[in-house]
């Protein structure tokens, strides 16, 4: 069985924050306002939101990859 | 900065202390007998020979050469073999040091991996503003069109001299966009492009050491070093030492011993193992063999071959702090977590150094470091972090006499680390 | 339908989708990466902007259709889509042609932004900045009830809003924090090489 992880392209961030009031779960801000991902998988509940997120970021910066159970 | 140009310390002589002419290197080494046509029983045997040996990249990572070459060759053919010999770490000199006295070597090495993968240029990339060995390299591919000598082409590129330009994803992107700026990769198994072509990358020394596997088997590698991390290495020993300069040691020499080569001209109270991106190691692992697999245990990393002596006459704190500056300087300004956080790691770091630690929060300081390692496109900021906690813990009890206002005098003594420009604190 | 009935709704749909285009545009000014209110995530306030705009497309095209069906004056398909080309007031409904074009192109490139290229969508939605000045001049142009003193608030309402907004803009950008840039001496000079050609298979010991 398989999880998704949500991965930020750090070069394409440009800390809207958008994601973090979206998956705040999961993604929490620095102190300068950059998205600081758990490293924990996804739950299924969260997944929708998460597909929300990657979906509204301006700069199309995050991703959900496909990784295996540890 | 110096490049040493005399003859090498130290006692093995793999690489270095051959004749640098054409001429004198077949003498020495014998011819380079790579195939004429694509022929499978000798690319295999190569191949064995690769895998065989253990070589692992010299350039920082210490991957297993076989490995990447296995990616590489299953990424097609029409390729190019990229040299890289940019070395933007200051305090290192062994990749100038080989290209100018076994460029063939290099070559050679370059040409067997290009036959390998079926790349049809090898590009050598040498930063600009070091003429002097794109010069000396130069004159050697000139030796061997003089000689009808080498099969895929030669060509020396110039790229940006900055700290990050030699970076693996930096270099293939410079020669897309004239950026050497780093490229995000989350799929680090995904083979390296320049422009739609597939591109492999190698540290000037470890395409020397194939060229030696390659004409003599991995048994002449295997004999030096440790049976786990075989083969001799270049390291580049500086700071507070009467004979600074690149040596050959056998992997798995102990630091000491390596340190020892250059004569410190006092009693030594901390090494900076792997590069300004490594990590300092305190007296009580001194012993520790010069080995990836040694140098993990106690938290460190081989790196660039870059060794620094840090005597007792200097502050280890403000090394550090100058360090730490430097390193965020050279950010490539891509990614927010190292664009903010570096610099601002590395003005608590000069706060300290100067014994005005009460503007200095060592929560915050710690925080910071956790938060920043790991964020960015690249592996610079944890680099950085890495220096900046290895520093708080040798130098723990520095850090708290300057952290109460008590620095040691020695803090504003000029500093005995190299830089491209002077670090002010 | 009665030319009458579709007539006042060609005049109400295009004053509502002046507004609501009015309203697009501040909310996308506004909208930067540091700019909300504390209590208005920021995430809600693209997505207001986004449903906003769409409203505007809806009353854009209830007034485009109802201009067409409406017989009292001849515009024709054709005009709808190729500016200038329609027989009653060539220049002034040319212009909302124009701007009905912007807009189609805004937001079919909104609905595939997920396959183009991030700088092509920038790009495109650059445009949108044209289409609110092109609605204002069309429905001042064509004059069918710009005398009326209401209407003329209205748009004087409309100017001040988006002007007020992008002086808030263009402020809030001087003084951003500190967005990653590059370096310029990450930029090398143009690629120096010093090439070397030799003969394939030319050595003598193989």
């Known amino acids: 069985m398989s999880a998704l992880r949500i991965t930020i392209d750090p070069v394409a961030c440009?800390?809207?924050?958008?994601?973090?009031?979206?998956?705040?779960?999961?993604?929490?801000?620095?102190?300068?306002?950059?998205?600081?991902?758990?490293?924990?998988?996804?739950?299924?509940?969260?997944?929708?939101?998460?597909?929300?997120?990657?979906?509204?970021?301006?700069?199309?910066?995050?991703?959900?990859?496909?990784?295996k159970n540890r | 900065m110096t490049t040493n140009t005399a003859p090498p310390l130290g006692s093995v002589h793999q690489l270095l202390g051959h004749p640098t002419d054409l001429e004198g290197h077949l003498d020495a080494h014998g011819p380079l007998n790579v195939a004429l046509y694509p022929n499978c029983s000798w690319e295999q045997s190569l191949v064995t020979s690769v895998e065989a040996s253990g070589l692992t990249g010299r350039?920082?990572?210490?991957?297993?050469?076989?490995?990447?070459?296995?990616?590489?060759?299953?990424?097609?053919?029409?390729?190019?073999?990229?040299?890289?010999?940019?070395?933007?770490?200051?305090?290192?000199?062994?990749?100038?040091?080989?290209?100018?006295w076994a460029p063939h070597l290099v070559l050679d090495g370059a040409q067997y991996l290009a036959a390998l993968c079926g790349a049809d240029r090898i590009v050598v990339c040498i930063p600009i503003g070091r003429d002097a060995v794109a010069a000396a390299v130069s004159h050697a591919m000139g030796e061997r069109t003089g000689h009808r000598y080498a099969r895929v082409r030669e060509e020396i590129v110039r790229p940006s001299d900055r700290?990050?330009?030699?970076?693996?994803?930096?270099?293939?992107?410079?020669?897309?966009?004239?950026?050497?700026?780093?490229?995000?990769?989350?799929?680090?198994?995904?083979?390296?492009?320049?422009?739609?072509?597939?591109?492999?990358?190698?540290?000037?020394?470890?395409?020397?050491?194939?060229?030696l596997i390659a004409r003599h088997g991995p048994g002449p590698f295997r004999i030096h070093g440790m049976t786990e991390e075989p083969g001799t290495c270049l390291v580049t020993i500086s700071g507070g030492v009467a004979h600074p300069g690149v040596v050959e040691v056998d992997r798995g020499t102990p630091l000491s011993d390596i340190a020892m080569l250059s004569q410190p001209v006092e009693p030594v109270q901390a090494l900076l193992v792997g590069g300004y991106g490594g990590t300092w190691v305190g007296p009580g692992h001194f012993g520790t063999p010069y080995a990836s697999i040694s140098l993990r245990t106690i938290g460190a990393a081989a790196g660039v071959g870059v060794i620094v002596v840090l005597g007792e006459g200097s502050c280890g704190v403000a090394e550090s702090a100058r360090i730490a500056r430097y390193l965020a300087d050279q950010s490539s300004g891509q990614c927010g977590p190292c664009v903010n956080g570096l610099p601002a790691i590395a003005d608590d770091l000069a706060r300290l150094a100067r014994g005005q630690g009460d503007g200095v929060s060592m929560a915050r300081l710690h925080r910071r470091l956790r938060d920043v390692n790991g964020r960015g496109a690249c592996r610079h900021p944890d680099?950085?972090?890495?220096?900046?906690?290895?520093?708080?813990?040798?130098?723990?009890?520095?850090?708290?006499?300057?952290?109460?206002?008590?620095p040691c005098p020695n803090w504003a003594k000029p500093t005995s680390f190299r830089f491209p420009r002077p670090i002010g604190l | 339908m009665n030319s009458t009935f579709l007539w006042y709704a060609t005049r109400a749909s295009g004053i509502v989708t002046l507004v609501l285009l009015t309203l697009t545009m501040v909310l996308g000014l506004v909208t930067t990466s540091r700019a909300r209110a504390r209590s208005w995530p920021g995430f809600a306030q693209q997505e207001i902007h986004r449903r906003i705009s769409i409203l505007a497309v809806v009353f854009l095209a209830i007034h485009v259709v109802t201009s067409i069906l409406d017989t009292y004056v001849h515009i024709g398909w054709f005009a709808i889509v190729v500016p200038f080309t329609s027989p009653y007031s060539r220049f002034w409904v040319g212009l909302g042609t124009v701007g009905l074009d912007l807009m189609v192109a805004v937001f079919v490139s909104s609905l595939l932004r997920a396959h183009i290229k991030p700088g092509t969508w920038r790009g495109i939605h650059w445009l949108a900045y044209a289409c609110w000045p092109i609605a204002l001049a069309h429905?001042?142009?064509?004059?069918?009830?710009?005398?009326?003193?209401?209407?003329?608030?209205?748009?004087?309402?409309?100017?001040?809003?988006?002007?007020?907004?992008?002086?808030?803009?263009?402020?809030?950008?001087?003084?951003?924090?500190?967005?990653?840039?590059?370096?310029?001496?990450?930029?090398?000079?143009?690629?120096?090489?010093?090439?070397?050609?030799?003969?394939?298979?030319?050595?003598?010991?193989?």
């Open chain 3, 139 to 206: 429905t001042f142009g064509l004059g069918t009830d710009s005398r009326e003193h209401w209407v003329i608030a209205l748009g004087a309402l409309c100017v001040l809003s988006v002007g007020l907004a992008l002086v808030w803009r263009l402020r809030a950008s001087a003084k951003r924090r500190v967005r990653p840039s590059i370096d310029p001496s990450h930029v090398a000079p143009p690629i120096r090489r010093v090439t070397t050609t030799t003969a394939r298979g030319a050595w003598d010991d193989h």
């Open chain 2, 163 to 211: 700290f990050i330009a030699g970076e693996e994803s930096a270099l293939a992107n410079w020669f897309d966009s004239g950026l050497s700026v780093p490229v995000f990769r989350p799929d680090k198994g995904t083979p390296l492009r320049i422009g739609k072509r597939p591109a492999l990358v190698h540290n000037a020394e470890t395409l020397a050491h194939v060229a």
């Open chain 1, 14 to 67: 440009e800390a809207y924050g958008y994601c973090a009031e979206l998956l705040p779960e999961a993604i929490s801000l620095d102190e300068w306002g950059y998205p600081m991902v758990d490293d924990r998988p996804l739950p299924a509940e969260l997944m929708a939101l998460a597909k929300r997120a990657a979906r509204d970021c301006p700069k199309r910066a995050i991703a959900l990859r496909e990784t």
């Open chain 2, 59 to 100: 350039g920082g990572g210490a991957f297993p050469a076989s490995i990447k070459l296995a990616l590489a060759r299953s990424a097609g053919g029409g390729g190019t073999l990229v040299v890289n010999a940019m070395e933007g770490e200051p305090a290192s000199d062994k990749d100038k040091v080989l290209l100018t």
């Open chain 2, 383 to 406: 680099g950085a972090v890495g220096l900046v906690r290895s520093a708080l813990a040798v130098f723990a009890a520095d850090i708290a006499a300057h952290g109460r206002g008590e």
